[in-house]
Nanobody
């Protein structure tokens, strides 16, 4: 079981930057994939970015236009989401998630919530215009 705790959310003006952190604890493996999802008011949790816990390959949602960067520090057991050029449409609760990837397979298919068994409690990001 993997436990995840997000931090770093807050209120930011359009064009600003924020860095979210996800503290990872528990039993991780080289096959784990860590991801960020976001949920604006409504039922759908939308994929943002993912990174392999071992090796570091990444995948992003097409809609981000290169504004977000996912990274990790295995020594600190932390996953980050650097968000630049923020827009009001980025306003959402951001969730960190952990799931088991397929060894030697691409992580590009892991863009839906069904791949991820473990979730954090979420952190609110609000971008004002």
């Amino acid at each position: 079981q993997v436990q995840l705790v997000e931090s770093g959310g807050g209120l930011m003006q359009t064009g600003g930057s924020l860095r979210l952190s996800c503290a990872v604890s528990g039993r991780t493996s080289s096959n784990h994939v860590m991801a960020w999802f976001r949920q604006a008011p409504g039922p759908e949790r939308v994929f943002v970015a993912a990174i392999r816990w071992s090796g570091g390959s990444t995948h992003y949602a097409d809609s981000l236009d290169g504004r977000f960067t996912i990274s990790k520090d295995n020594a600190k057991n932390t996953v980050y989401l650097q968000m630049d050029s923020l827009k009001p449409d980025d306003t959402a609760v951001y969730y960190c998630a952990a799931g088991m990837g397929i060894p030697f397979d691409t992580i590009t298919r892991m863009t839906t919530t069904r791949w991820y068994a473990n979730w954090g409690q979420g952190t609110q990001v609000t971008v004002s215009s």
